[in-house]
């Protein structure tokens, strides 16, 4: 049984997420910690809970997401990754952390790359990849079906979705994808986003204006 833990780190209030089961073994999805306190508050909870991280995701590579790839990748010794399409934006990670006044950002390489249908393991548990770019390219959703979540980055909000003016941001792709890849799941379904509270696939359909 997964296990999610929520920390919300840097200026833009990212949703970092640590996904855990009874075998020890975690997963860390968007480590956003930027600050000293953030990374120190992320590594005592993997301490204290006696957590063993083993795999290391972005749903996509907007600076404020990717903020503490770096520090979770050498301390951890795990590899980064992601979509390939997300690559552009990971390499221009350094110009974008001054446009929004950021510390200097270390670009982590990706280890390997993931894709639409893929499975991930971790423990004795399994996530499916659905790919759903419009808000940046590369963007990513992580689908556990048993547990019935889904962890979205800035695709889908609480009643609203991902901006898309900013760059390979198209409105059109992502309400395909927000009806064709997420609505469809089951309407119990907890959506973890990017930035802000959970919500479900039933609320967003009720109650979601886009």
Do not use: W
């Amino acid at each position: 049984m997964i296990t999610v833990k929520t920390f919300v780190f840097n200026p833009f209030q990212v949703n970092t997420y640590l996904l855990f089961d009874e075998t020890g073994e975690c997963i860390i999805i968007d480590p956003a910690c930027m600050e000293e306190h953030e990374e120190k508050h992320l590594s005592e909870f993997i301490e204290t809970q006696k957590l063993r991280p083993v795999r290391l995701f972005n749903t996509h590579a907007h600076i404020d997401h990717i903020a503490g790839n770096k520090f979770a990748a050498e301390k951890y010794k795990i590899g980064l990754e992601v979509h390939k399409e997300s690559l552009s934006f990971l390499h221009s990670a350094k110009e974008h952390a001054s446009i929004f006044g950021f510390p200097d950002a270390e670009p982590v390489e990706p280890s390997a790359f993931i894709n639409d249908g893929d499975t991930i393991r971790f423990g004795q548990s399994e996530l499916k990849v659905l790919y759903t770019p419009g808000h940046a390219n590369g963007s990513i959703s992580f689908y556990a079906e048993k547990e019935k979540f889904v962890i979205v980055g800035d695709v889908l909000f609480n009643e609203s979705i991902g901006r898309t003016d900013l760059p390979t941001g198209n409105y059109n792709i992502l309400i395909e994808n927000i009806k064709n890849k997420l609505l469809v799941l089951p309407e119990s379904t907890l959506v973890y986003p990017g930035h802000g509270p959970f919500t479900t696939i039933d609320h967003e359909k009720h109650y979601n204006p886009f």
